[in-house]
């Protein structure tokens, strides 16, 4: 009976710490302040039939370095354990390809846009010489005018990720030092080999940057410079997120044989409550 007892009490435990871990899960989703009005767990194998996100694929309209690794090979995308894995590898033939490495990235072009909120993402990004993973968001309208928010970018082997804005106003201000003001970009620390919480608030007045719950960066509206481009932010953007390799800021790729990747957990996106 002591015996029984005993087990008893120990299945009662277990089955407790189990209902806490299942709250404990349930609640994270949840923010005071915010309603969750959308999000993407990846946990199913068809996310390309959700109606959200599409691969990207190459440069349909640009030659920019970031894009010139995109492809949309199977091999590239994989959905394991509710993680989003988006892969970078050698080419099986590099010598008949101008670039010998390709990459996978996904976008809710078309699909999902997304404005006046908070939209979190929790990732893993691996580092290799040459890596350069992504999450990042632009609008329909051409760049720069429309704008860009670069939410994370991780090079190498860095131990932080990169925060920037991007817009004719900050383009302008590679020649003039006036439209340096505000700062448009910034670092922030990581658990580099970990996961980490990113997250970006998107206002009508400005763009915060978080990691792991705390605000790394904020890019504000200047009133008085609204007619040199200096704020575009205030409009619908889409999501991409991507492994890229390569690049004249992220340097040259160190040859690898296994692939690089970077693993997406979750994409959550809340509206203030009071909206």
Request: net charge neutral; proline share 7%; with cysteine.
């Amino acid at each position: 009976m002591r015996k029984t007892f005993i087990i008893l009490c120990i299945w009662s435990i277990i089955v407790g710490c189990s209902q806490e871990q299942n709250e404990d899960d349930s609640s994270d989703i949840e923010k005071e302040g915010w309603n969750l009005v959308w999000h993407d767990e990846f946990n199913r194998d068809d996310i390309f039939a959700t109606g959200i996100w599409s691969k990207i694929w190459g440069c349909p309209t640009s030659t920019a370095d970031w894009c010139k690794t995109m492809n949309h090979d199977p091999s590239l995308f994989e959905i394991k354990d509710g993680n989003l894995i988006l892969l970078g590898k050698p080419r099986t033939d590099p010598t008949k390809h101008k670039t010998p490495y390709i990459t996978g990235g996904v976008t809710t072009q078309g699909k999902k846009y997304f404005q006046n909120g908070r939209l979190e993402i929790r990732c893993k990004l691996e580092a290799t010489q040459g890596a350069w993973p992504s999450l990042w968001m632009v609008p329909d309208a051409p760049w720069p005018t429309g704008g860009e928010i670069d939410i994370v970018e991780r090079l190498n082997y860095e131990p932080f990720v990169h925060h920037s804005v991007h817009s004719t106003y900050t383009q302008a201000g590679k020649k003039d030092k006036s439209k340096r003001t505000p700062p448009s970009t910034a670092t922030a620390p990581i658990n580099p080999d970990d996961y980490n919480i990113y997250a970006v608030e998107l206002d009508t007045d400005e763009v915060r940057f978080y990691v792991n719950g705390k605000q790394t960066f904020s890019y504000a509206r200047v009133p008085e410079k609204e007619s040199e481009g200096q704020f575009p932010f205030n409009r619908p953007y889409m999501l991409r997120i991507d492994m890229q390799l390569g690049g004249s800021w992220v340097g040259e790729v160190k040859p690898f044989t296994k692939p690089v990747r970077m693993y997406v957990d979750w994409v959550r996106f809340y509206q203030r409550t009071n909206k």
